[in-house]
């Protein structure tokens, strides 16, 4: 179901003060949220074609993309952090750029072939039916097409889990799982490039047409 956001310009400024405190928060500790993304960004250029970003979370890679200026899709299946990420869109006034999906990463209503690129960062952690996912990306992706795939090292999640520990919370973590994407897509036949930056792991894997 495709999400059209409802927002205000109070809940713009609001939603922009507590996105920079806790962004300041990660970066105290030397994990520059934006920064990242500009380097997965990097290494995975150029993105030509559509784009699908696949958990959307509070939107820290959807307005990197939003910004570079790409038109894309972005989905995610929490419709509260949907509404967060349109929010820091709106902010910069990018938000036209993306049209957001209240959709499950593991069951994608897409059809085969449907995108020339696909985005997923710090999204793997979150999900223990990482086979499925992976699936979904492989089907809707089309020939020749590329997956952008990269999370956490542990050196990234042990930044993220005593942030989230300080504030009371568990930080879900259902592991590392940079050497099982590697292994799913290589035996479909992917060419794939490998990279690290201090606290990710980063796959570009390419479709074979």
Not at 92 to 115: A, C, H, Q, R, W
Not at 172 to 191: A, M, P, Q, V
């Amino acid at each position: 179901m495709e999400y059209a956001p409802q927002i205000t310009d109070k809940e713009v400024e609001e939603n922009h003060a507590r996105f920079s405190e806790r962004a300041s928060i990660y970066e105290k500790r030397g994990l520059d949220f934006a920064k990242a993304r500009e380097f997965i960004l990097e290494k995975a250029s150029p993105l030509e074609g559509n784009i699908l970003e696949i958990g959307t979370g509070n939107g820290h890679t959807t307005l990197i993309l939003a910004e570079t200026g790409y038109r894309f899709v972005s989905i995610d299946k929490d419709k509260e952090s949907l509404k967060i990420a349109a929010l820091n869109l709106a902010y910069e006034k990018v938000l036209s750029n993306v049209t957001f999906y209240i959709m499950d990463g593991k069951s994608l209503t897409f059809k085969d072939g449907d995108f020339k690129n696909i985005v997923v960062i710090n999204l793997f952690h979150h999900i223990a039916e990482i086979e499925e996912i992976l699936s979904e990306i492989n089907r809707v992706l089309c020939g020749g097409g590329k997956a952008v795939l990269a999370d956490f090292n542990k050196k990234g999640m042990d930044i993220v889990e005593a942030v989230h520990r300080e504030e009371g919370n568990m930080h879900e973590n259902c592991g590392i799982r940079k050497d099982y994407t590697y292994s799913y897509f290589h035996r479909l036949g992917y060419k794939i490039q490998s990279y690290d930056d201090a606290h990710h792991w980063v796959l570009i894997a390419e479709k074979r047409i």
